[in-house]
């Protein structure tokens, strides 16, 4: 006879962990601004777009004006408002970072588990595959991947595919060391003795010892991605015809010769300081959680 349905609902131990994770959180003031920061860059790019409208027509008589209670951050080199390009960038960076995190850890969390646990010539087949990717500088590789591939749009998708391939061999490898001291621990020798399949062991004993070292992954996958798409834009290895923090940079450059004159500067310092305290915003929140997942950390 079947079981009726029963929707499950958080234990109450599900919840004080989540509120002493909180707690603890709320203590490190560094990653309470971290997260301030991130959510301020996150609700601009997803209720932002909504708010700010943005226009891309020319404005002749409004060329590089300086900020003002209309052009909060002045406008650019053909009369459009800056802030209003900043907000709607910020929802490709972020998308694209945030697919690129999930691709990147899925690949390495995959290829780093299985390697490390089964040893033997799928470990020397798989550690292989990810000397070659380490060998070769990442930024050329990318360069080169994009001028061959010839993208006609921007699509978050397929950037954040292209940032992965450079991305997962470094995370693969650390969670590998990560699984090889684990494998040998006494509960683990103990599911194999039960006879439970590889599958059960990988994903269900030996990974959520390794998951806080993931989730810090993560977010540093996050601040690499965010700097290697801006780039890619800079450079011009992507096309220039959408609206990106790093088609900015290359415009201030390009067009509005900020280096030569004072004119363009705004235009060129608002990207940069936006990158830049994402970046902070990351790094912040990314040092709180490293305290609360780590053991040795959260007792000092």
Not at 27 to 42: C, E, H, M, N, T
Not at 56 to 67: E, G
Not at 77 to 91: E, K, P, Q, T
Not at 236 to 260: D, F, H, K, Q
Request: charged share 15%; net charge positive.
């Amino acid at each position: 006879m079947r079981r009726p349905f029963n929707m499950r609902m958080p234990n109450k131990s599900s919840l004080r962990k989540m509120s002493n994770i909180l707690k603890q959180l709320n203590k490190d003031k560094r990653a309470v601004v971290g997260f301030s920061i991130l959510s301020i860059y996150i609700f601009m790019a997803t209720i932002g777009p909504e708010i700010i409208p943005l226009d891309l027509s020319a404005h002749l008589d409004k060329v590089f004006a300086p900020p003002s209670l209309e052009h909060p951050l002045g406008t650019d080199y053909a009369g459009r408002d800056i802030l209003a390009m900043l907000v709607h960038g910020s929802r490709n960076v972020l998308l694209t970072a945030a697919l690129t995190g999930l691709i990147t850890i899925t690949l390495a969390m995959t290829l780093g588990l299985t390697s490390g646990y089964l040893g033997g010539k799928v470990d020397t087949a798989i550690s292989a595959l990810m000397d070659i990717f380490l060998t070769i500088p990442s930024m050329p590789l990318l360069i080169i991947i994009t001028s061959a591939i010839r993208m006609r749009t921007a699509n978050p998708f397929i950037i954040s595919f292209i940032l992965s391939i450079v991305s997962w061999p470094s995370v693969s490898r650390s969670i590998r060391a990560q699984v090889l001291p684990i494998k040998e621990r006494a509960f683990v020798e103990a599911a194999r003795v039960l006879g439970l399949p590889r599958r059960h062991i990988i994903f269900r004993e030996i990974l959520p010892n390794v998951l806080p070292y993931i989730v810090l992954n993560y977010i540093f996958t996050l601040r690499n991605a965010i700097y290697a798409q801006v780039g890619l834009f800079f450079i011009g290895a992507l096309p220039l015809e959408t609206i990106n923090w790093g088609v900015m940079l290359n415009l201030a450059l390009s067009r509005s010769g900020a280096l030569y004159g004072i004119k363009g500067v705004y235009y060129l310092l608002a990207p940069i300081i936006c990158i830049s305290l994402l970046q902070v915003s990351l790094i912040f929140f990314a040092g709180g959680i490293e305290k609360i997942l780590n053991p040795r950390l959260r007792e000092e």
